[in-house]
């Protein structure tokens, strides 16, 4: 038997229980990339360059040693861009074997991203993720214990907790944040998430039914590209740019921009370690493979707070954030008086580290990491699970699991295809 197919014999184990160990060996044994001196330059690959992957082949504070991707083309074209250095892989198991790279950027489809950054994990790499951090809530609980067991940095690919101007907001999230930690809104808070409070829902992510069969090209491992998903027959608009549309790879919008839309509303109030305890859901039914749309979500917490996604921007005088005491708007106009004055009052947030170069040689973890990534990402897979079933769901925040819905814990950790690895 050749090392390839012992390789793959694996895999297949570790999808079966994704927290098993490998024996790699990482480049800086004997705890990780603390002791990475400063002058150092750090390593890296992309795994996924047809899409996201192109606008990270670069970043500060590290050199890249090599990309992967299941699409031939993707890979050569890459290959062009990045010079004789970068090697190229189609298997991205043979790139965690590389004892030289110290972080993995994850730019696959969804339902790779928990998978991979387990595997990262063990194979002693850190670990830059693009979101949604997991496509299931099970594998989002299985990143952070790995990250946890290995000693790895992990960083999730949405930013607007910590810098930039948020979206429709016309403001960074600090600012909201100072409000509503100061009170003056009053408690608990509506936060309404539409097109009216400057949010796009990106409802052309939607599937095709009844797709029918297509010759899978040439250039593409397809059996690579599915992975643990499902075995279904090719057919072009489930890969690459239109595969957000599906079930088995993505969440449609919510899947798409529900990270970057969520994320910081669970930071500036407060819900980094908790979840919503119900989700309900204002939908058409859902196809069983393709994603369609729909009206309105609400998730709501233990404490009163609720998060309304408004599909539809039925609410046309909405405001982004509404308590008791006041509201904000849409560019960061309110009803309380001298709002900015009162912002200049509080003292900052705590300060987190921003720069993932930073994270990693510092061994601090990262702003937006996994322990409060996935959380976020369950806020979102809570409500796919409820799209998908077509009802209202109760979740257990503390046990991360549906009370009395078996059929919605099936859906916390979904089974995943081995076959196509022998």
């Known amino acids: 038997m050749g090392q390839s197919e012992l390789n793959r014999r694996d895999f297949?184990?570790?999808?079966?229980?994704?927290?098993?160990?490998?024996?790699?060996?990482?480049?800086?044994?004997?705890?990780?990339?603390?002791f990475?001196?400063?002058?150092?330059?750090?390593?890296?690959?992309?795994?996924?360059v047809g899409g996201m992957g192109q606008g990270?082949?670069?970043?500060?504070?590290?050199?890249?040693?090599?990309?992967?991707?299941?699409?031939?083309?993707?890979?050569?074209?890459?290959?062009?861009?990045?010079?004789?250095?970068?090697?190229g892989y189609r298997d991205f198991r043979d790139v965690l074997q590389r004892p030289d790279i110290d972080i993995v950027h994850i730019a696959t489809p969804p339902h790779w991203h928990g998978i991979m950054s387990v595997m990262a994990a063990e194979a002693g790499k850190d670990v830059w993720c693009e979101k949604p951090m997991t496509r299931t809530i099970g594998e989002g609980k299985r990143v952070v214990e790995a990250m946890k067991q290995h000693g790895r940095m992990f960083r999730l690919n949405t930013w607007f907790r910590f810098q930039d101007n948020f979206y429709g907001m016309g403001t960074p999230v600090r600012k909201l944040k100072k409000v509503v930690d100061s009170g003056a809104l009053g408690w608990p808070l509506k936060v309404t998430i539409s097109g009216v409070t400057g949010f796009d829902w990106?409802?052309?992510?939607?599937?095709?039914?009844?797709?029918?069969?297509?010759?899978?090209?040439?250039?593409?491992?397809?059996?690579?590209?599915?992975?643990?998903?499902?075995?279904?027959?090719?057919?072009?608009?489930?890969?690459?740019?239109?595969?957000?549309?599906?079930?088995?790879?993505?969440?449609?919008?919510?899947?798409?921009?529900?990270?970057?839309?969520?994320?910081?509303?669970?930071?500036?109030l407060g819900k980094d370690n908790e979840s919503p305890i119900k989700v309900e859901v204002d939908a058409p039914q859902q196809h069983y493979d393709a994603i369609g749309t729909w009206r309105k979500i609400v998730y709501t917490y233990a404490d009163g707070c609720q998060i309304i996604l408004d599909g539809e921007n039925a609410?046309?005088?909405?405001?982004?954030?509404?308590?008791?005491?006041?509201?904000?708007?849409?560019?960061?106009?309110?009803d309380i008086p001298n709002i900015e004055g009162l912002i200049n009052?509080?003292?900052?947030?705590?300060?987190?580290?921003?720069t993932f170069s930073e994270s990693v040689r510092t061994r601090q973890k990262f702003a937006l990491n996994e322990a409060n990534?996935?959380?976020?990402?369950?806020?979102?897979?809570?409500?796919?699970?409820?799209?998908?079933?077509?009802?209202?769901?109760?979740?257990?925040?503390?046990?991360?699991?549906?009370?009395?819905?078996?059929?919605?814990?099936?859906?916390?950790?979904?089974?995943?295809?081995?076959?196509?690895?022998h």
């Open 12 to 34: 297949v184990k570790k999808t079966l229980a994704v927290a098993a160990g490998i024996t790699i060996i990482p480049r800086h044994v004997m705890g990780g990339n603390k």
């Open 36 to 48: 990475i001196a400063p002058s150092d330059q750090l390593t890296k690959a992309v795994i996924g």
């Open 56 to 87: 990270h082949l670069n970043y500060e504070g590290t050199k890249l040693l090599a990309i992967c991707d299941a699409d031939g083309n993707h890979l050569r074209n890459t290959l062009k861009k990045v010079g004789n250095d970068v090697k």
């Open 202 to 268: 990106k409802f052309y992510w939607v599937g095709k039914e009844n797709l029918k069969p297509q010759p899978i090209p040439d250039h593409l491992d397809y059996n690579m590209w599915l992975g643990p998903a499902p075995e279904k027959p090719y057919n072009s608009h489930r890969t690459h740019a239109t595969f957000r549309g599906y079930w088995d790879y993505d969440g449609g919008g919510l899947g798409d921009m529900g990270q970057h839309y969520i994320d910081p509303v669970q930071y500036f």
């Open 315 to 334: 609410d046309k005088n909405a405001a982004y954030i509404e308590g008791p005491n006041g509201k904000i708007f849409n560019g960061f106009k309110s």
């Open 345 to 354: 009052s509080i003292p900052d947030p705590e300060e987190q580290i921003v």
């Open 373 to 421: 990534g996935h959380r976020s990402a369950t806020v979102v897979n809570m409500g796919v699970i409820a799209l998908r079933l077509g009802r209202t769901l109760e979740f257990d925040s503390v046990k991360q699991k549906f009370i009395n819905d078996e059929e919605a814990n099936r859906l916390i950790n979904q089974p995943m295809r081995t076959s196509w690895a």
